[in-house]
């Protein structure tokens, strides 16, 4: 099974897998890093690398940001070749949803690929 | 050199574009982006002999791509370098007041490298409409790019990868022909120059969430630490003066002071310190004003204004209309 990490800014990665886990229940093997603005960058990376270190059962780990161009987005640049995951930027429920489903019977690349479309086919614009 | 589009053995490669499809992102590279026909032969080739389309980013591009893709990797650039090497009009700079922003050239003893990321499109993940996204790709780079500040070439160059090998992106580099050229320090203005025009400018009111010289500058130095990439001493000399002259502005003209700082507090996230996007800079400020230039702020800017011209857009009104032309078609929607 492929394990999840969620990193983004404050309290949106834990916000995420509470409003997760009220859509399809408790999960295993995914883990949320909040990170404070004024936390310094070595112990962000620190604490990342435990989380993937932890969501971790030998079949591979994708980890989700709140955006490429936020802190998340670019200290995972800085630490995805040591962690060997790979990184979806702009993370959204529908995405984790989807991928939540499908990990047990996934690869790592393919898992990446169908978060990515899925994430971009949820977002829609409705109106009146 | 010249170097000629070969499409011989387009039956070896896997991803073929037809003639109507070759013509058109020719012809889009050629209108939009102004490549000349070797570096348009290169990427089109290119794009016919892995099935993909990659821009480099090694600037703002990194957290914020112009355009949807399907895949990002990092990747250094061998033989080049980044700097403050390109007047700003529109972002970090108004064309009344010009800003100072990043460009890249290639070093000048060929050593080196510029790290960054590439971003790719491909055939793989498609469903027949490959060329029409490379279009939308090429269009999405030019409204941002050169619609508003016109200052960089574009070139095709290798970007070494680790999982990826050499790959060929298409990258914004400062051109010593453009008008908006500054170049390196020295060149035309010193690097005490720069950080004052840097500490002291702003942009186009609502052209970028870092909409002041000092706010980009900051930004970049913390992404690319939090990033891990190599320091680039040239910039963060650059930005610690910056910081410097910051703050002695609040001293020698504290009406500016406070307009620069109101700005960058309107677009800073919550959490973030005054003045600071989302993070502390990494930077010492204490150990680079010790080689501050002793002079003020305000007569370091007058200097560059003065050196460098920048209180002349360079840009004629045959430009801007010719800009406006460009801009209002890259606007429009792509029917394919």
């Not at chain 1, 489903?101 to 109106?127: C, Y």
Request: aromatic residues 6%; proline residues 5%; contains cysteine.
């Amino acid at each position: 099974m492929i394990g999840l990490v969620v990193v983004g800014l404050d309290v949106l990665p834990e916000a995420m897998l509470i409003a997760l886990q009220c859509m399809i229940g408790k999960q295993d093997k995914v883990v949320a890093v909040p990170l404070a603005p004024s936390e310094e960058a070595d112990g962000q990376r620190q604490a990342i690398l435990k989380a993937v270190e932890l969501a971790d059962d030998g079949d591979g780990v994708l980890v989700f940001v709140d955006s490429m161009a936020s802190p998340a987005g670019y200290l995972m640049l800085s630490i995805m070749e040591q962690a060997d995951v790979d990184v979806i930027g702009g993370v959204n429920l529908p995405m984790l949803c989807k991928v939540i489903e499908l990990r047990h019977e996934s690869s790592v690349e393919d898992l990446a690929k169908l978060a990515r479309d899925e994430g971009r086919k949820a977002i829609t614009w409705r109106t009146p | 050199m010249k170097i000629e589009a070969d499409f011989s053995g387009a039956a070896d490669k896997p991803f073929e574009l037809t003639e109507e499809e070759r013509a058109m992102i020719d012809g889009a590279l050629s209108r939009y982006l102004h490549m000349d026909e070797a570096d348009r032969a290169v990427l089109i080739n290119d794009i016919e002999l892995t099935g993909g389309f990659r821009q480099f980013g090694y600037g703002s591009l990194i957290g914020d791509p112009s355009s949807e893709n399907d895949k990002e990797y990092g990747g250094v650039a061998p033989g080049w370098e980044k700097g403050a090497f390109c007047k700003d009009r529109h972002y970090r700079g108004t064309p009344e007041s010009l800003g100072v922003t990043m460009g890249a050239l290639p070093t000048e003893d060929g050593t080196g490298g510029l790290p960054g990321v590439i971003q790719e499109i491909n055939a793989g993940s498609d469903d027949g409409n490959f060329a029409n996204r490379v279009l939308k790709n090429i269009k999405d780079f030019a409204l941002r790019e050169t619609s508003l500040n016109p200052i960089y070439e574009y070139k095709v160059i290798d970007v070494e990868t680790t999982r990826h090998g050499t790959v060929k992106g298409l990258v914004c580099a400062a051109d010593p022909k453009n008008p908006l050229y500054l170049g390196r320090d020295g060149e035309t203005l010193t690097i005490e120059e720069k950080a004052a025009i840097i500490a002291t400018s702003k942009g186009v009111p609502g052209a970028s969430p870092r909409n002041t010289g000092m706010a980009y500058w900051r930004d970049h130095v913390k992404c690319c630490e939090l990033g891990g990439f190599e320091p680039d001493e040239n910039i963060q000399k650059l930005v610690g003066l910056a910081e410097v002259y910051r703050a002695q502005l609040e001293h020698d003209d504290p009406k500016l002071f406070a307009e620069l700082v109101a700005i960058e507090a309107k677009n800073a996230p919550a959490g973030a310190k005054e003045g600071v996007t989302y993070a502390d800079p990494v930077y010492d400020v204490a150990m680079v004003s010790a080689s501050a230039d002793p002079r003020r702020v305000l007569d370091l800017r007058n200097g560059a204004i003065s050196s460098a011209d920048l209180l002349t857009d360079p840009l004629s009104s045959a430009d801007i209309r010719q800009i406006n032309v460009l801009k209002t078609e890259l606007e429009a929607p792509t029917m394919h």
